[in-house]
């Protein structure tokens, strides 16, 4: 009798706790989706409405205006279309050349491998602002300014994307290899036959990391880029808060707008990001 009323003590207390682990996740989700949520609601504001005091969550007339007038902007779609072409190729190219220094550093023999992957592992140590104004006098001596190929190419190659693919290559069972090359296929099309896909779940992890990291780059962008019509995303807003920072309303929409591209490319792969997680072993 009492080894029943501990058992169903425990089970009584294993659903408490999962009660509560419930809530807690729902009220870190809403604290997190809030700031979103406003966003979004504060496009359908008066540009008064806003920022007022004291602060009123709905509109007290909703206006669909402010997004119909920032679509209407011939500047805003521009930066837009921009900023995801570039994203996606910059998604490509970092899948591309990582993917593939993974796989020397992962399964090739060669003198000095050791050092230069130790050189390549130190570059995650250094912060980006660090050498930042050392790429930005590369990139003025190569004559990349004002092009779209200095916001892809400098940041293509990453210490980070190429150190978890070769992590994931290291667990890949060298009989796969081995037979590969029995069959006489050489190193490179093992590499896109065998490697590429099986790589499937780690490549959505990276290719939405690389491509978030340009869709949000703001800093680079605006040292290197001045022409308008080679604005990204980021730097639209920015210009449009600093030039026209009374219409908070277009600023709201149009930065609603800004987030639509990522929440979308979220909801699409999220069972994959799950999965590469899981594979990759991490917590």
């Given at each position: 009798m009492t080894v029943k009323k501990g058992a169903t003590a425990m089970k009584l207390k294993a659903q408490w706790n999962s009660v509560w682990l419930?809530?807690?996740?729902i009220l870190i989700a809403c604290a997190a989706l809030f700031p979103l949520v406003w966003m979004f609601i504060a496009g359908f504001k008066?540009?008064?409405?806003?920022?007022?005091?004291?602060?009123?969550?709905?509109?007290?007339?909703?206006?669909?205006?402010?997004y119909t007038g920032i679509l209407e902007d011939a500047d805003f779609i521009?930066?837009?279309l921009l900023t995801l072409g570039g994203a996606v190729l910059f998604a490509l190219l970092s899948l591309a050349i990582n993917s593939m220094g993974a796989y020397v550093f992962a399964r090739l023999e060669f003198r000095f491998k050791r050092f230069m992957w130790l050189y390549v592992i130190m570059s995650m140590f250094i912060p980006g602002m660090a050498i930042l104004l050392t790429s930005f006098i590369v990139v003025t001596k190569l004559h990349m300014l004002d092009t779209l190929a200095v916001l892809?190419?400098?940041?293509?190659?990453?210490?980070?994307?190429?150190?978890?693919?070769r992590q994931f290559y290291l667990n890949v069972p060298i009989a796969l290899e081995e037979a590969a090359r029995i069959d006489g296929a050489t190193r490179f099309r093992i590499f896109l036959s065998v490697?590429?896909?099986?790589?499937?779940?780690?490549?959505?992890?990276?290719?939405?990391?690389?491509?978030?990291?340009?869709?949000?780059?703001?800093?680079?962008?605006?040292?290197?880029?001045?022409?308008?019509?080679?604005f990204q995303i980021m730097q639209y807003l920015a210009t449009f808060r600093s030039e026209r920072g009374s219409e908070m309303g277009l600023l709201m929409?149009?930065?609603?707008?800004?987030?639509?591209?990522?929440?979308?490319?979220?909801?699409?792969?999220?069972?994959?990001?799950?999965?590469?997680i899981k594979i990759s072993g991490l917590k």
């Open positions: 419930n809530v807690f996740g008066e540009k008064t409405e806003v920022l007022a005091t004291p602060f009123k969550f709905l509109p007290d007339r909703w206006l669909i205006t402010n521009r930066s837009m892809i190419l400098p940041g293509v190659a990453s210490a980070g994307h190429m150190f978890f693919i490697f590429v896909p099986m790589s499937y779940p780690v490549f959505v992890i990276v290719g939405i990391g690389s491509y978030l990291g340009y869709w949000n780059s703001f800093v680079w962008p605006t040292m290197t880029i001045t022409n308008t019509h080679l929409a149009g930065s609603a707008l800004a987030a639509v591209p990522t929440i979308l490319l979220f909801l699409l792969t999220q069972k994959y990001i799950m999965r590469g």
